[in-house]
T-cell receptor
């Protein structure tokens, strides 16, 4: 069974700090990895995805992937109170497959204090 | 781009009635849409995968006769909760995958529908 593990948190950081969110997955054949942000009572919003080992940067966000360790992380630089939300890690193990699905972790709650 | 809408955003109904939820991709075509359910303080649970022009694929434990899915076009999928009961009260969220971009399986979510069954 495919599993995606995240620390439920909450992870508390002060405004301006770097928030580091981590995720591990069990399916070694996983191909692509996604980070979603979900505000309370709202649906998930795609932040970024990564599919190659290493780092991928997009504005204040950096995704890091280590397939050997089956580990993916999200760094948020210069954290803002508006970043306070639950961050969902999702993993897709099917590439070029019309029937591949995402497996979601339970999410990590991030709290950024002013 | 990649905007997904859902209607209604919330619905309250009596036990035993049926409720239809629509999911539309507004600025792209989606051969595949997904239906999720999320209970309070829990993660997203995939209910079914909806493919345009074919039968939906349901996840284990999801009753296909209770949760009817129709994906009649590349921009519309519907979920009908038949004979709804209070335990069906939840946040239902659809997502759509952009057609032709199968490589990385990005999914874009609709705003969700909050269903309350009295």
């Amino acid at each position: 069974q495919k599993e995606v593990e995240q620390n439920s948190g909450p992870l508390s950081v002060p405004e301006g700090a770097i928030a580091s969110l981590n995720c591990t997955y069990s399916d070694r054949g996983s191909q692509s990895f996604f980070w979603y942000r979900q505000y309370s009572g709202k649906s998930p919003e795609l932040i970024m995805f990564i599919y190659s080992n290493g780092d991928k940067e997009d504005g204040r966000f950096t995704a890091q992937l280590n397939k050997a360790s089956q580990y993916v992380s999200l760094l948020i630089r210069d954290s803002q109170p508006s970043d306070s939300a639950t961050y969902l890690c999702a993993v897709n193990s099917g590439r070029n497959s019309g029937y591949s699905t995402l497996t979601f972790g339970k999410g990590t709650m991030l709290l950024v204090s002013p | 781009g990649a905007v997904v809408s859902q209607h209604p955003s919330w619905v309250i109904c009596k036990s035993g009635t049926s409720v239809k939820i629509e999911c539309r991709s507004l600025d792209f075509q989606a051969t595949t849409m997904f239906w999720y359910r999320q209970f309070p303080k829990q993660s997203l649970m995939l209910m079914a995968t909806s493919n345009e022009g074919s039968k939906a694929t349901y996840e284990q434990g999801v009753e296909k006769d209770k949760f009817l899915i129709n994906h009649a076009s590349l921009t519309l999928s519907t979920l009908t909760v038949t004979s709804a009961h209070p335990e069906d009260s939840s946040f239902y969220i659809c997502s759509a995958r952009v057609s032709g971009r199968l490589t990385y399986n990005e999914q874009f979510f609709g705003p969700g529908t909050r269903l309350t069954v009295l």
